[in-house]
């Protein structure tokens, strides 16, 4: 069923979105940026950040961090969403591999996934000594129609 704006349905067909970035930096500024990047003072939208897995397997650093955000959902959405849902949870797992230079990182929302679903995997490689470079794979899935008229079309045209 579609059309209605608000009615729950199956998940929809998922949407993929692909871009790379070049950055002109060496694979490990890049990585460091990364890590620094939760928490500081100028992410005022994120109000935790644990790690709770940190191992080294096969020469690779394996990490599992819960982040707490404040929620992004448009406001006029906000009504239909449960107040236990009003900070979004993400999971993000990273595996760092300083021998191949590649930094991947993964993050999904663990909660408000009966509106929607999102998935990112960036991937840091370095291809020379001051180059670097991010394939950013997205997967969106929702279950309310006017999720996938308000999020798909901007998330695309920004990739």
């Not at 993929?16 to 070049?22: G, K, L, P, V």
């Amino acid at each position: 069923q579609s059309g209605h704006y608000g009615r729950e349905t199956s998940m929809t067909s998922p949407k993929y979105f692909i871009n790379w970035t070049t950055f002109k930096k060496s694979w490990e500024d890049v990585t460091v940026a990364h890590w620094l990047k939760y928490p500081n003072p100028f992410s005022n939208h994120v109000l935790s950040e644990d790690v709770v897995e940190r191992r080294v397997e096969d020469g690779k650093l394996c990490t599992v961090r819960f982040i707490v955000k404040k929620q992004r959902i448009p406001a006029s959405l906000m009504w239909m969403v449960p107040n236990r849902h009003k900070a979004c949870y993400v999971k993000e797992t990273s595996v760092i591999d300083p021998v191949n230079q590649e930094c991947t990182i993964t993050t999904e929302n663990l909660n408000c996934r009966f509106i929607s679903l999102v998935i990112e995997t960036l991937k840091y490689k370095g291809v020379k000594m001051c180059e670097t470079v991010m394939e950013r794979r997205t997967l969106i899935s929702s279950k309310i129609d006017r999720i996938q008229k308000s999020v798909y079309q901007p998330a695309y045209v920004s990739l």
